[in-house]
């Protein structure tokens, strides 16, 4: 892509409404302000990548019980390892 066609790509990225919705699950708990930090740096990198406003990028964090989550059968919970996943 020329120089001309990535700055015109760009200028469109920008101008479109697009909201990007970034879905996190997460089984390891994590304080407020870890989770505070995850979300800042997930927005502020999609932003940069993408090259859209911080501003119209959505995240959702959902945190998942070791319980509900698995890894080969067997839940995190049960496994006792104490994996970040």
């Known amino acids: ?5 990535n700055e015109s790509h760009e200028s469109a990225v920008q101008n479109n409404r697009q909201m990007p919705l970034i879905q996190v699950l997460n089984a ?6 870890r989770k505070r930090e995850l979300l800042a740096a997930l927005t502020s990198t999609y932003a940069e990548v993408m ?6 990028i959505r995240v959702v964090l959902q945190e998942v019980p ?6 080969a059968g067997v839940t ?7 994996e970040a996943v």
């Open 1 to 5: 892509m020329s120089t001309s066609e």
């Open 28 to 33: 390891s708990p994590a304080s407020t302000a």
């Open 51 to 56: 090259r859209i406003r911080p501003d119209t």
């Open 66 to 71: 070791r319980e509900n989550w698995s890894v």
């Open 76 to 82: 995190l919970a049960d496994s006792g390892e104490d």
